[in-house]
Nanobody, 114 residues
Framework: QVQLVESGGGLVQAGGSLRLSCAAS????????MGWYRQAPGKQRELVAR???????VYADSVKGRFTISRDNAKNTVYLQMNSLKPEDTAVYYC????????WGQGTQVTVSS
């Protein structure tokens, strides 16, 4: 069964940090480029960062230099380290394959207070 389970969100003050995790099951994890996405209230879901199976990364301009995506193929898990958080980072964060999207998980809420 294909499943994505995100965790690690929470409430943090501006300038703080959080580390998100996403555990995948039911897919051959290591061959897929994985992405972290976010959706703020009233906005479309956007790609924040992606990472290939070999570890090459790409970031949205809005998070470059503050967020770091990584993965552990042995654990079928992708991570998002978020530093220097800003109120505009407030959103529900999801992981998924970068292409060939599979059913979305429940996401994890990140709220950054000013």
């Amino acid at each position: 069964q294909v499943q994505l389970v995100e965790s690690g969100g929470g409430l943090v003050q501006a300038g703080g940090s959080l580390r998100l995790s996403c555990a995948a099951s039911g897919i051959i994890f290591s061959i897929w480029t994985m992405g972290w996405y976010r959706q703020a209230p009233g906005k479309q879901r956007e790609l924040v960062a992606r990472i290939t199976g070999g570890g090459n990364t790409v970031y949205a301009d809005s998070v470059k230099g503050r967020f770091t995506i990584s993965r552990d193929n042995a654990k079928n898990t992708v991570y998002l380290q978020m530093n220097s958080l800003k109120p505009e980072d407030t959103a529900v964060y999801y992981c998924n394959r970068w292409s060939s999207i599979i059913p979305w998980g429940q996401g994890t809420q990140v709220t950054v207070s000013s």
